[in-house]
């Protein structure tokens, strides 16, 4: 039996591997749309949008965490009121919701990984707006809501911390790279497999709504992905120093700890993603990574 899904955010950095995995279902019709083929905040386009569909995917986002900081009214319009309109028009169609979310919805203060019914407490603007998006999935939709949080996501299609590190190892000798915040890489694409999986048990009423954390199991910090990053790439990881926070002051403060436990993937009968190392290994078999890497091992540096 087909199942109609709807992608929003689908030319982002997780949108695209969303895309790419629902294309390999041959029972789901899939329609993706980009920031120019609907925009969230417009609720009367959201609805129009909406219908007809089954599962809508939410990886539209305002991703600014410093931009979010100094446009929090904008920021806000898009990953709060901009997820209350999906929501809403899921309640009144039926259709199920996955929204995609964040650890920045937690302080940072922790010492063991947050659960996921953990109190929340962002310390910036844009954990301020994705909690506002989270509260309106669960008071909209708290039997056909699922909201999966993710952190330090990377992939081929978009910005992220290890093509910059890659990107950079061509061009300096050495990087400096923070050493005192934890969290845990996640490759986009396993995300994605992660996120139709549920979409898929979710339908057949064998996953609960709620809270659940897309992230990998493990933890790290930037500069040990860095290294590793680099491990992998075939170039000398002693090229990666540690430093603090604060030698990289931001407009946003950032959590110090954003690892996640992962206690609910049993109750959708599903494992939680594996080891971030592993991820990692594999996601950089990409075409996009290996050209980094290719180019970092040519270049002689001084």
């Known amino acids: 039996m087909t199942t109609s ?6 030319h982002g950095l997780l949108g695209r591997d969303v895309l790419a995995e629902l294309a390999t279902d041959p029972d789901a019709v899939v ?13 009367a386009a959201v609805r129009a949008a909406a219908a007809g569909h089954q599962v809508i995917v939410n990886c539209a986002a305002w991703t600014d965490v410093d931009g979010a900081e100094r446009s929090e009214a904008a920021a806000t319009a898009v990953n709060g009121t901009g997820v ?12 199920l919701l996955l929204h995609i979310s964040t650890d920045y919805v937690f302080p940072g203060d922790a010492r063991l990984p947050y659960p996921e ?10 954990g301020r ?5 989270e ?13 999966v949080r993710t952190a330090w996501l990377y992939g081929p299609h978009g910005p992220n911390f290890v093509a910059t590190v890659l ?13 005192d915040q934890y969290g845990q890489p996640t490759w986009s694409r396993a995300l994605a497999r992660q996120l139709a999986a549920l979409g898929r048990r979710a339908l057949t009423g064998r996953a609960p709504a709620g809270v659940y954390h897309g992230t990998s199991s493990g933890r790290t910090t930037w500069c040990g992905l860095a290294r590793e990053a680099f491990r992998l790439s075939g170039l000398d990881p002693e090229r990666i120093r540690p430093v603090g926070s604060d030698k990289f002051p931001r407009p946003a403060p950032r959590p110090a700890f954003g690892v996640l436990g992962h206690d609910n993937w049993r109750r959708a009968g599903l494992p939680p993603l594996p080891q971030w190392e592993d991820q990692l290994a594999s996601a950089l078999t990409a075409p996009a990574f290996a050209a980094l890497a290719e180019a970092a091992r040519g270049t002689r540096r001084p």
Do not use: F, M, Q
């Open 84 to 95: 209350r309109h999906l929501a809403r028009a899921c309640a009144d169609s039926g259709a």
């Open 167 to 179: 990107g950079l190892a061509a061009r300096r000798a050495t990087l400096d790279v923070v050493a």
């Open 5 to 10: 899904w709807l992608v929003t955010g689908a």
């Open 31 to 43: 329609t993706g749309l980009g920031r120019d083929g609907l925009d969230i905040t417009d609720p």
């Open 129 to 133: 707006g994705k909690l506002a998006g």
């Open 135 to 147: 509260r309106a999935v669960a008071e909209l939709l708290p039997r056909t809501g699922y909201t």
């Open 117 to 126: 019914d953990a109190p929340t407490g962002p310390v910036n603007a844009y």
